[in-house]
């Protein structure tokens, strides 16, 4: 007989991988035992030695669905196990793992819905059911390992039946962390109801119009009927939230497919564990209140993450909108206390439980393009799970200002952090403290380097000045493609498209449509957008229209022809004269004018100059406008020009805004002038693009930066690189936007530290 050690490193904790391990050594007759040990799963076997090399393939391929296995290793025997294979406590300490590896939340599994809906099963109805393939994980972890004693479920002991299934091998219960029942476990409440009545409560005052608020997985989220609109309406007066579109839960893929047009892809991702909100194309007729996504023809759809929300909706028999329990800005309620305070301005009445909330995550968001899935929230159902890097050294990148996330980094391997929004108040501030301490507490890094924006007024770089280790600052735009490059792996140099908003570049100016030669230790800027204008700095950014004026008077075109005066005085009569003329004003003498050679501020202009945005209430919003408005037009590109100067290829747009005025006053329809621009920026890049690999630039290009969650923009310039022959990459795991820019200043802290070995 022999006697092997084996270590399995993954997320192999809280995703029933003890228990397969049981069956799978109990199927081929091994004797041993097996525990969680910190952060992975260790044991012994003892049999014949083919038979153990079987035991240790089938780890790696067999593994349960919510697990990723990473490695297997196996290692000489250090006693004789005895007979039979049992699973042994928890222990820490044994052989430490260099980093944890969180599992994320899972949602309810079609084995627990099957029981959620026979009267016959003793879990019938009750909200919190759960096993080993589905549930909460990461929102409930206090400590590794993952035991029960150490989540938020420790203040529930087991029942006798629960005990017996948790204790059970054959059960699919067998330590299952969460476990619990209507007997032993968390109960809803509605003021001084509890159980079925309080959900019966909460689900009359959605019908009767009314916004609840109710306690998810991740945080409160505030619910009312998605085919109300004077529900939506007072939702969004309540919450600040003027025309961001809300998400929508469904009951099934079923509901789903009646509100929207789905591809395969599409139903893949909305039917995946981490249920995630997806933006898909909605019908021409549906239900929904148009309040629910103002202006634009795509909605946010999701499926209900636990029985509790399966309960609500089967109440209530209509879609509901299902968004963050938080004030605009503000990140997520998770504590009862908080909710009770912050939240009584917003619902009706709150729908909540005693099972606390560990960690803050709110609901993912993704977007499919073709075949391929478009982040642009990782959080819950996502985060924390690793994604790779090639970083030794323990490090973290602290991310930007908006969106903003961090990532913990080290062998090998990253954890993008939960979602923690914008960096613009207390709230905001203390909510990612809290999260990157808990985190580096889960995951055992600590970090080594800290990474941080170039920006020195974001609250992630003043918080990462202060702490007391070494600070590598990475400038913005680099940032965002070195995230894909990362995610994809590549290790040699590459071709940077970067096209966002706003980034402070190395020269001190804002940037924002950037080719760079880059590789992950750093980056050569070989191609811009020519500069423009920003009246009154970040009141441009709120109100497009001042960014279009500030476009049409700019004084430093790069010789091409100027928007004729009668079109410039055209647009500037459908703006207030007050802020039309204080513009004229600040653009002549640059006073509150910087300049930036920004691809979204262009995307703002357009829209502006098309009569589609001229404020906004939420970034991007100008931008979702005028993608909307282009749809699947067919058109003929506007005018452009791509000249040469301080030795970059620089796209000169004011020939674009001239073509868009004048072809807009000759009467096209403003969705083809839409589409125009769509194309015209893909031509753009694809020249650019051209003319950087005709100077030697490599084939391989990665598209990075917020402009690329536009699905339009994306698929028109994959389309035309692919067809120069070039290798086209974008973020698939990672956000495009800023909620991936921690990711890549880790990846280049990471590179180049490991330049200085």
């Known amino acids: 007989m022999t006697v092997r050690a084996f270590r399995v490193f993954g997320i192999v904790q809280g995703v029933g991988f003890r228990p397969f391990v049981y069956r799978t050594a109990s199927a081929l007759g091994l004797d041993g035992w097996v525990a969680n040990v910190d952060g992975h799963v260790e044991g012994e076997v003892a049999g014949d030695p083919r038979t153990i090399d079987e035991f240790a393939a089938r780890l790696g391929t067999g593994a349960p669905p919510l697990a990723r296995v990473r490695r297997v290793e196996l290692a000489g025997g250090r006693t004789t196990p005895g007979k039979g294979f049992r699973v042994e406590r928890s222990a820490s300490g044994h052989t430490r793992a260099a980093v944890r590896e969180i599992p994320p939340d899972a949602a309810i599994c079609d084995a627990c819905l099957r029981e959620l809906y026979d009267p016959a099963d003793r879990r019938y109805r009750y909200p919190f059911i759960n096993c080993t393939d589905c549930g909460p994980r990461a929102t409930i972890i206090e400590g590794l390992p993952y035991d029960r004693s150490r989540t938020t479920m420790r203040r529930f002991p087991l029942c006798p039946a629960c005990a017996a299934e948790y204790a059970d091998p054959a059960d699919r219960r067998f330590h299952a962390e969460p476990v619990a029942c209507p007997v032993c476990g968390p109960r809803v409440a509605w003021d001084e109801l509890r159980g079925a009545d309080a959900l019966r409560a909460a689900a009359t005052v959605v019908a009767d119009g009314g916004i609840v608020a109710l306690k998810g997985l991740g945080g409160y989220q505030l619910v009312c009927d998605a085919t109300d609109s004077a529900a939506v309406t007072a939702l969004r007066a309540r919450k600040h939230r003027p025309s961001k579109p809300f998400a929508v839960m469904v009951r099934d893929i079923g509901a789903a497919a009646r509100l929207a047009r789905l591809s395969g892809s599409e139903r893949a991702v909305l039917t995946s564990p981490a249920r995630p909100v997806v933006l898909v194309s909605a019908r021409r007729r549906h239900p929904l209140a148009p309040e629910v996504a103002p202006g634009v023809p795509r909605t946010g759809l999701f499926l209900p993450t636990t029985g509790l929300h399966h309960l609500l909706l089967d109440e209530v028999a209509r879609p509901l909108v299902v968004t963050s329990g938080n004030l605009s800005d503000e990140p997520i309620a998770v504590d009862d206390a908080e909710a009770f305070t912050r939240l009584a301005r917003v619902a009706d009445g709150l729908l909540t439980h005693d099972r606390p909330i560990r960690a803050r995550y709110d609901d993912s968001v993704l977007r499919v393009t073709g075949r391929q899935r478009i982040t642009i929230r990782r959080a819950r159902g996502l985060a924390p799970a690793p994604l790779p890097l090639a970083a030794r050294t323990p490090l973290a990148g602290v991310g930007a200002q908006l969106k903003h996330t961090f990532t913990l980094a080290g062998d090998d391997r990253a954890h993008l952090g939960p979602h923690t929004g914008d960096l613009s108040d207390v709230a905001t501030y203390e909510a990612f403290r809290r999260a990157y301490t808990d985190l580096k507490r889960l995951t055992g890094i600590k970090?080594?380097?800290?990474?941080?924006?170039?920006?020195?007024?974001?609250?992630?770089?003043?918080?990462?000045?202060?702490?007391?280790?070494?600070?590598?600052?990475?400038?913005?735009?680099?940032?965002?493609?070195?995230?894909?490059?990362?995610?994809?792996?590549?290790?040699?140099?590459?071709?940077?498209?970067?096209?966002?908003?706003?980034?402070?570049?190395?020269?001190?100016?804002?940037?924002?449509?950037?080719?760079?030669?880059?590789?992950?230790?750093?980056?050569?800027?070989?191609?811009?957008?020519?500069?423009?204008?920003?009246?009154?700095?970040?009141?441009?950014?709120?109100?497009?229209?001042r960014t279009a004026l500030g476009h049409l008077l700019d004084t430093e075109p790069l010789g091409t022809p100027r928007p004729s005066p009668g079109l410039v005085r055209h647009f500037t009569e459908r703006l207030d004269p007050s802020e039309a003329a204080a513009v004229r004003v600040m653009v002549a003498r640059g006073i509150n004018c910087p300049r930036a050679s920004s691809a979204g501020r262009l995307f703002d202009t357009v829209a502006a100059l098309l009569g589609l945005a001229g404020s906004v209430s939420y970034e991007g919003e100008a931008a979702v406008r005028l993608e909307a408005a282009a749809g699947t037009a067919r058109a003929v590109p506007l005018a452009h020009r791509i000249t040469r100067a301080g030795g970059l290829w620089v796209y000169d747009s004011m020939s674009t805004l001239a073509d868009l005025l004048e072809r807009r006053a000759s009467g096209e329809p403003v969705g083809d002038l839409a589409a125009a621009f769509h194309l015209t920026l893909a031509h753009v890049t694809a020249e650019l693009v051209a003319r950087a690999v005709e100077d030697g630039a490599p084939h391989t290009v990665c598209l990075g930066g917020g402009c690329f969650v536009n699905g339009r923009l994306l698929s028109e310039v994959r389309r035309r690189l692919r067809s120069q022959g070039l290798r086209v990459l974008f973020g698939h795991e990672v956000p495009a936007g800023d909620g991936g820019i921690s990711y890549g200043q880790a990846a280049v802290a990471a590179a180049r530290l490991a330049k200085e070995r």
């Open 447 to 545: 970090p080594a380097a800290l990474a941080h924006d170039l920006h020195p007024g974001y609250l992630s770089t003043q918080w990462a000045r202060e702490q007391p280790l070494r600070r590598i600052a990475v400038q913005h735009h680099h940032a965002h493609v070195a995230a894909v490059a990362a995610e994809h792996r590549v290790s040699g140099p590459f071709l940077g498209v970067a096209y966002d908003g706003l980034g402070l570049g190395d020269d001190g100016t804002l940037w924002g449509g950037e080719i760079l030669l880059a590789e992950l230790s750093g980056y050569r800027r070989v191609g811009r957008f020519a500069t423009a204008p920003l009246p009154g700095g970040d009141a441009a950014v709120r109100h497009p229209c």
